[in-house]
């Protein structure tokens, strides 16, 4: 069978933070796709504000690097920038279905992270080749031939007889900030003895197939992602399986439904580095753009219009996580948004499922709420940032678990959570997360001071759980966690041994009442900031809500006086991030968000409403 040996297809793939993106970086520029002295941002590849606010990849993306190949000709690597952290796992099975091999990065200090199984997990499942490359050797707490072992162990432990010669796979030790990558294993927390990237190109070429292709083939092209243009509307990112491609061409195009219908493609475009190049055909293996489909839709596929052969639709994990979003039903609604209305809502949820395989939208009892299903905690506050930067008001419901109902019993997701902590605090978070009903799975102590410990616990368990981790920890934890599929109900728990303090009319907040407060609890407001009846202000240390006057103002009288001191003494508010704000929830709480401001509310505003609310509970 005919071979592309100028081509390779490959996906970078690793745990949050351990230089994915960074590695990008350094084989763009050491493959000459930037001028000298050019003027280009670190994480070139992270171009969406988000993910460069919070240093993660969202997104998965493609570019494409030309290289000088042994024998001295210029091939193409595609590569696929896929994200780290499990809340985006559609991403990575996106990214994996259109690649030959995949390179898995370690950190040289961290070693396999519950992301690092997660991603590994899902390459395994596809049996493609793999080239691990231990990043980072020149960390100063680098241990780069115990990680090496805890990666075998990690493969040990996801392998099936079936993949077996998976393990022989090839080590690079690399520093990706450096751009240096050497296939000899350096001292710890010393540089590769390389000067440049070139044994990780080699190794590449060597290791990964190069697509294979039968002459004459019917033309099967895969759509893997959706991107748009301002020039071109729609563009469909396809792996082409079979056949080639033209400009102008009609194809068959296989919805998801099992329809077919011919239609003509207005442009066809390749990535070379960063930009999207117009071409006149594309063949096997070749990773390309095309426009004039309105409505493309990820899983699809274009074939011959005379012998359509549609490939399977990508499949991707269910969803363990929902959350309402509705309307802003505030009586400071319509401040600051622009899009307010049910059907500005509905339109933009069902333009985020265009794009994303991993979202559910369902319908609620209310015409203006839906339920939003997702893969975890961040990725639907993602979403809601993204959407509060778009200028809509929404409501936020309290984030829960998608259970399953398995051989007639109730089932809920359970995450398999690696913390890594002082050993001071072992105590203190084993006790969390027996609270939680976690169960330990290991513990290892590397005799430098830090502990690692594996807890499998419910998802619910870990919804609010960040927070109070780190104040437990004093903010020196560490805490990641990955999906570990669906047990039996572990029964009810509580996880916030805290209430709320609530703000029991409309005005705005003086420092006076905030000065007879503050001994109540934690205060989430500052003097001049506008409250309604309803809204939480605070959190009480009781676990018992408390009604409460933030607006009360100091009577007047004839006797001059002075505030400053009463200023001095004002404890300065706690101010929560939009995730965080979520974590606090409780079961009768949501989020107001807006663009200008996130608020934590009562999901009944009304004292009376949530009088009658908790005594019908109780009567159930």
């Given at each position: 069978m005919p071979i592309r040996q100028d081509l390779r297809n490959v996906a970078i793939v690793a745990h949050?933070?351990?230089?994915?993106?960074?590695l990008v970086d350094a084989m763009l520029w050491q493959s000459g796709a930037f001028r000298e002295g050019s003027d280009v941002n670190n994480r070139v590849m992270d171009s969406m504000d988000l993910e460069r606010e919070?240093?993660?990849?969202?997104?998965?993306?493609?570019?494409?690097?030309k290289h000088i190949r042994p024998d001295g000709t210029t091939g193409t690597i595609n590569i696929i920038d896929t994200p780290g952290h499990a809340d985006f796992g559609g991403e990575v099975e996106r990214g994996l279905e259109m690649v030959d091999g995949v390179v898995l990065l370690v950190d040289a200090s961290e070693g396999p992270l519950p992301q690092t199984r997660f991603v590994l997990r899902k390459a395994l499942a596809k049996k493609l080749p793999i080239i691990v490359v231990v990043n980072k050797v020149d960390r100063p707490d680098a241990r780069i031939s115990a990680v090496v072992e805890e990666t075998y162990d990690l493969f040990m432990d996801l392998l099936d007889d079936d993949n077996a010669d998976v393990l022989d796979f090839p080590i690079i030790y690399a520093s990706a900030k450096a751009g240096r990558a050497?296939?000899?294993?350096?001292?710890?927390?010393?540089?590769?003895?390389?000067?440049?990237?070139?044994?990780?190109?080699?190794?590449?070429?060597?290791?990964?197939?190069?697509?294979?292709?039968?002459?004459?083939?019917?033309?099967?092209?895969?759509?893997?992602?959706?991107?748009?243009?301002?020039?071109?509307?729609?563009?469909?990112?396809c792996r082409i399986v079979a056949g080639e491609i033209h400009r102008g061409q009609v194809v068959a195009w296989c919805k998801a439904d099992?329809?077919?219908?011919?239609?003509?493609?207005?442009?066809?475009?390749?990535?070379?580095?960063?930009?999207?190049?117009?071409?006149?055909?594309a063949g096997p293996g070749d990773i390309v753009a095309i426009a004039g489909i309105s409505d493309i839709m990820i899983g699809e596929t274009l074939s011959d219009p005379e012998n359509p052969k549609p490939l399977p639709l990508i499949h991707v994990d269910q969803p363990s996580i929902s959350m309402t979003i509705g309307i802003n039903t505030s009586p400071l609604a319509g401040k600051s948004g622009k899009n307010?209305?049910?059907?500005?809502?509905?339109?933009?949820?069902?333009?985020?499922?265009?794009?994303?395989?991993?979202?559910?939208?369902?319908?609620?009892?209310?015409?203006?709420?839906?339920?939003?299903?997702?893969?975890?905690?961040?990725?639907?506050a993602i979403l809601v940032e993204m959407m509060r930067r778009e200028s809509f008001e929404l409501t936020v419901g309290k984030p829960v678990v998608v259970t399953r109902t398995i051989d007639g019993k109730l089932h809920e997701p359970v995450e398999r959570l690696t913390v890594d902590i002082p050993e001071?605090?072992?105590g203190v978070v084993t006790q969390l997360m027996g609270l939680r009903r976690g169960t330990m799975a290991q513990m290892v102590n590397h005799g430098t001071g830090w502990v690692r410990m594996e807890f499998i616990v419910p998802a619910r368990g870990l919804i609010g759980f960040r927070t109070e981790f780190l104040t437990e920890t004093r903010g020196t934890g560490i805490m990641n966690h990955v999906s570990e599929g669906y047990a039996p109900w572990a029964g009810d728990f509580r996880t916030r041994p805290t209430g709320s303090l609530v703000a029991d009319r409309t005005g705005v907040v003086t420092s006076f009442a905030l000065f007879n407060l503050q001994a109540r609890g934690t205060m989430f407001v500052s003097p001049g900031d506008e409250v309604y009846e309803g809204m939480i202000v605070g959190e009480n240390p009781r676990a018992e809500d408390m009604d409460i006057n933030p607006t009360k103002e100091k009577k007047l009288n004839n006797i001059r006086s002075s505030t400053g001191e009463e200023l001095e003494r004002l404890i300065p508010a706690k101010k929560l991030s939009m995730e965080q704000q979520l974590e606090f929830c409780g079961g009768d709480e949501c989020l107001e968000v807006?663009?200008?401001?996130?608020?934590?509310?009562?999901?009944?505003?009304?004292?009376?409403?949530?009088?009658?609310?908790?005594?019908?509970?109780?009567?159930?």
């Open positions: 949050v933070d351990h230089g994915k993106t960074t919070k240093g993660i990849t969202i997104l998965a993306k493609n570019t494409a690097v050497s296939l000899t294993q350096p001292a710890d927390g010393e540089m590769p003895d390389s000067e440049n990237l070139e044994p990780l190109f080699r190794t590449i070429y060597d290791h990964i197939p190069a697509p294979t292709y039968e002459e004459g083939a019917t033309l099967q092209a895969h759509v893997t992602n959706l991107d748009a243009s301002p020039y071109l509307g729609r563009l469909a990112l099992g329809t077919v219908s011919n239609v003509k493609l207005s442009e066809l475009v390749i990535t070379e580095a960063l930009d999207r190049v117009p071409a006149e055909k307010l209305t049910a059907r500005l809502l509905k339109a933009r949820l069902d333009q985020e499922l265009v794009g994303n395989v991993s979202i559910r939208v369902l319908p609620t009892e209310r015409p203006d709420t839906w339920e939003v299903q997702g893969r975890g905690e961040l990725q639907l001071e605090f072992v807006t663009p200008a401001v996130v608020r934590i509310r009562k999901v009944h505003l009304s004292a009376n409403d949530r009088a009658k609310a908790r005594r019908g509970l109780k009567n159930q």
